[in-house]
């Protein structure tokens, strides 16, 4: 009777060691799947970084800012002319037409072909 209780107590012992042991290998894997995806995201956010800190010597680079002065402010350098095409007359050279075509919503387009 003593032997059965003590080995009764030795499996009872055995098996809350073993769900214990279960619980914190389950527990390990999950932090080892969230070290990985933070570590993804790290690396994604120091390439996002590097882009942009590329990005950023680009825009403040004399070539850059030169090239912004004449295409956006119209700035020339000593010497130069400015020439400025007006919009009718760019548009006739380009061949666009002068009428705006109105663009009609998709659902009364359909009625058009259907009911027409």
């Known amino acids: 009777m003593v032997k059965k209780l003590a080995l009764g107590l030795i499996i009872l012992v055995s098996l809350i060691i073993a769900y214990n042991l279960i619980i914190q290998i389950m527990s390990a894997m999950k932090s080892g799947e969230r070290l990985s995806s933070v570590a993804d995201a790290v690396y994604k956010l120091e390439a996002k970084n590097k882009a942009l800190q590329d990005k950023l ?5 004399p070539d850059f800012l030169e090239e912004e002065i004449r295409n956006k402010l119209g700035f020339a350098k000593k010497g130069e002319t400015v020439v400025v095409i007006p919009d009718d007359k760019l548009k006739l050279v380009l061949g666009a037409s002068t009428s705006a075509q109105i663009r009609l919503p998709n ?10």
């Open 57 to 61: 010597t680009q825009v403040q680079s």
């Open 107 to 116: 659902w009364l387009g359909w009625v058009k072909v259907f009911f027409k």
